[in-house]
């Protein structure tokens, strides 16, 4: 099961779970799947986010492939200067 | 519109171009005569990057009306090589990495043309104040003042250097 | 194009006399501005704030260009550059406060333009060349369809962007007196950087030392702290009689900053100018005696 | 051929990379003959100029165009209502480059003009009549959150709380990032220091001013040539703000002059293209500056609190910020980034960050250089200063005790991959720098500073002429030198010299989609498709030198710039050179080059720390830069004279933002200094050199170890600055700019 935690606004989002686990293959599994149970996540998901899976950052991909035991992170997305 | 009309000499050579009264120096060369090298970072007088030199001196064009050009010597960015031959503080600026996004850099280098011609042989901090009407933006200024400093240099060691570069064109 | 708005374009006279200044001057319809070095006309043109019908280029009427000195002191043409002053040996010599301060206006590309003239005539209370004329007794020789005037450039300016000219007047030239024995002239100016700044405050100073290195006549004037330029005939008097030594400074140093009457605004505070008018009043005392007494 | 980024894969020994080759681009610049934004002319032109807004906030009752339209010489004249229906993302970005309805700020678009000439076109915004009701108006960030302030958007619901609001307000967005129990650390803490800071907003002062131009027919097919960060986001918004197909618009990018985050948005594009398209013809609109600084996109001001905790030994227990940024008159200040960096250089078991994005009467903001971090590490590097004071200890050990390294988990929420943090604070401890004598009224500041990095859309196209040389298109503009760097990575690749390797910056028609020059992503990520392109190109020619010696492909390797046989058993033939393969190309299969489209990932993050020597004038206020000092992180500088020059000019900026740029708004909401004079960026004469460290701890996720290095550098120097004034002036400093007058009031001398 792939660990998934989002940042702080969208904990409670997340119904106040801190960490969640979830069976996905992809970084696209873990969204569809953070939309299809969770509607506040689903809103934040569609205004863009980022996600960083075992410490790389990945901006806007989804197909990103994921190991069973990845640790995955999502963010406001990103911006630079 | 009423329009004024003026003879003048540009990098060498004589030049002719009707103006409007309000048109700055500035305006008449990028607009009127496509010498584009000369940048408006901001008409005012605060940047520099529109230097350029009328009989000998340093400059902003955007703070002199096209009108008054009549009858004095411009020299601008355009004319600062000898043909093919780099002016050695533009070769400088370039082994130095002295610009980063380059529109400053005309102003740089023609205000830096203005100081070694006055003085070959700046300390830092000379160079640093008389440069002081010229932003730039990405550097830091670090890399120009070296470039700068070192052209003083190896101007002062190859005096020939100076005399090609500085060398007139013979008016026709 | 100009049906809409019936404006007449804008005129650009460059007469070759004074006399064809002064008739153009008194003559022109609708706003007329000198053009001498143009760093403060053109800026002005640029962002709107002036919106003149003729520009009268003073720069081919040859006694303006030209610095001069007769046995009563020089004369210094209202279209000469600071950059020309500068390159002035007799006249850095002499008055080396005011040929700094007119060094200080803008950048090197500035001075290659700009004239004190012109400094004085934009009534700035900030301008930077004023206080050091006024500290060394400057007069600016104005020029009209009547003839020639003098006025002491303290009294030139009646306050922002407001002087004494009357229409069809210009200022000619600017008199600065022969420097008497023992006198050194000073000017200084705050700005937060090191240069390109508008004055915040600036301080000019001018004493006279008798043999005994005891001051015998001073002058101080004020800049960026009041409407205009000020002469404070208080602030003078602490030093006369004194040989600047540190009481004598901190008492200059206290009338300067109680004579002070400044505004807040983008550059600066009320209370920091009030403050700072007093430290380059100090700062500047040191450099005239000094100057005064030969070590600078 | 894909690459895969990886450890394995990284190359330790170069033959071009690292050297100080010549720019491709750098005689055109030493000549004038570079052609930037407003340098190009088309036959039939005509001047475009904006009609602003001198007023902070109000309603437009009415605007009347109908005289400036009869003045001779003007051929179109716009308002928002030639701005028809768009996509939602774009909306703001449509009602920032023309008002519609409402004015938000002093100097808000709310009409324009082309005409034959610029007097006339100025004559002619002259006689457009705008009648406005005056609405009351916020500048400062607090006032502006106030539950009193006057609201800019009735529809503007604060969103990342547990229940939205039912008023509007100004807040747009609740941000909170962080993990661990904040207030179980400060309990564990000796000494707990809470502070509130405050900074002005700054400009990124890019010295071109922003400058289009616009060709637009009446068949709906538009070309348009601008200074920007990104062409293909100006196809993308453009096209959608004018209801075209993205196809019909080709945008070529002018050599830009500065931008560091200025140019990543829009604001004369559309509307030079609105006025093309009314009076078919070409139409060049160039700012001015006082338009710059008033209408683009400036950075945010902000309002910041910081709590730390820490131990007599120096361990941090636990961090807590709370920061607050207006952005301008719509939603999007880079406050999430200032949350997600502002702790990013401290492993803590404690931490939390809550942002609040405002909005007030201001231009929009755009993205500045590391947007939002440097003012977030400003006042966290205050506190930890403040702390190291308190309890004597070394600011530098105190920040290697604490700091982020491989593996550990960032404030922001994932684990850090191989970081150079530490290598950067060793680096600054053995400097002399650091042990050099200081005299009475002189002080010295130590600050670090982090920023993410990103990779993104990358498309590069890389051709192989019959010559042997190469053509390599980007479509990432160049801002500081990266044609150089990403021409060397492709020679170094090739094998082949610099100098056969010509980079250029290709329109929006002729290569794939790119992502914005931001996030110090080009030389990262041009640079890993270049690399890929080259090794695409590698390939083919590969294949052309097993068609031709009769074996196959994978008896043929690729070294020094040749393929060769990779083992004796391949038969014994000479090594055929790219030149080789290149002059035959035709008769074997045809041209050749390499592509490469990814969205590149794996941009290591990056850090710096910075050294400051400042001395001040107790009587005046007055501060100077002494000595200056910058250790980053760059992975690995392909160039090393622009790496160089991105430290050099971050920390300047910095300099700047710390000592006297600043907003100044009036009572009235208008903004009081937008020029030069008075929006003071440094000059020459105010700066000492600045020593540029290059600290390389290689990026495991580029073949060459890259990390993007252009943003870093802004973010310490605010903090470095400010902790070697406060040490000079012995009292610490909490609002930025510290200008004369603020320093000599903190000293207690006025």
Known sequence: MVKVQVWGSLKSALEGADEIELDAASIREVLDQLSDRYPAMDQAIKRGVSVSVDGRMYANSIMVPLQPDSEVFVLPKLVGG | MFQIHVSTSINGDDTEFSCEADETLL?????????????????????GACSVIVDGRLVCSCLMLGAEAQGREIETIEGMANGSELHPLQQKFLDHAALQCGVCTPGFLVAAKSLLERNDNPTEEEVRYWLAGNLCRCTGYDKIVRAVLDTAKEMRKSPKTKKTAAKKRVKA | MNVISGRIPLQYHAPATLKDAVNLLANSKGKTQILAGGTDLLVRMRTGFSEPDNIIDVKHISPMCKISRDGKGFSIGAAVSSAEMSENAALLKAWPGVVEAAALIGSTQVQGRATIAGNLCNASPAADSVPAMVAAGARALIRGPKGKRKVAVEKFCKGPGKTVLKKGELVEAILLPEKPARTGDAYLRFIPRTEMDIAVVGAGVCVTLDSKGVCTAARVSLGAIAPTVLLDARAARTLVGTSLDDPALDALAAACSAAARPIDDKRGTKEFRIHVAG????RAAIIARDRALGKS | MNFQAGKDTLKRKFDTVGTRTPRPDGLDKVTGRAQFGADLTAPGMLWGMILRSPHAHARIKSIDTSKAE?????????????????????????????????????????????ATSRSAARQALKLIKVDYKVLPHVTDVDEAMKPSAPILNRKLFTKGLDKTPRKPSNIAERFEFGHGDVEAGMKQADLVIERTFKTEATHQGYIEPNACLANMGSDGRADLWCCTQGHFMVRQVCSALLGMDASALRVTASEIGGGFGGKTTVFVEPVALALSLKASRPVKIVMSRSEVLRASGPTSSTSIDVRIGMKKDGTITAGDATLRYQGGAFPGSAVPYGAMAAFACYDLKAVRAVGYDVIANRPKQAAYRAPGAPMAAYAVESVVDELCKELNLDPLDVRLKNASSDGSKASYGPNFDVIGLRATLEAAKAHPHYKARLKPNQGRGVACGFWFNFGGETSVSLNVSADGTIGLSVGTPDIGGSRASIGNMAAEELGVPHDKVRCIIADTASLGYNDVTDGSRVTFASGLAAINAARDAIGKMCERAAGIWGIPVDAVTWEDGAARPSSPNAGNHEPLTLADIAAQAGATGGPISGHCEINAEGAGVSFATHLVDTEVDPDTGYVKILRYTVFQDAGKAIHPSYVEGQFQGGAVQGIGWALNEEYIYGEDGKLQNPGFLDYRIPVASDLPMIDAVIVEVPNPGHPYGVRGVGETSIVPPLAAISNSVSSAAGVRMTQLPMSPPRLLKALGRI
Not at chain 2, 27 to 43: A, I, N
Not at chain 4, 86 to 112: F, Q, S, T, W
């Open chain 3, 279 to 282: 430290v380059l009043a100090r």
């Open chain 4, 70 to 114: 009869a003045v001779n010489g003007v051929h179109a004249v716009v308002t928002s209502r030639d701005f028809g229906p768009c996509p939602d993302d774009v909306l703001d970005i449509r009602e920032n480059v023309m008002a519609r309805g409402k004015v938000l700020y002093d100097g808000h678009a709310v009409a324009a003009v082309a």
């Open chain 2, 27 to 47: 305006d008449v060369l990028r607009d009127r005569l496509g010498l584009t090298g000369s940048k408006e970072g901001c008409g005012t007088g605060d940047c």
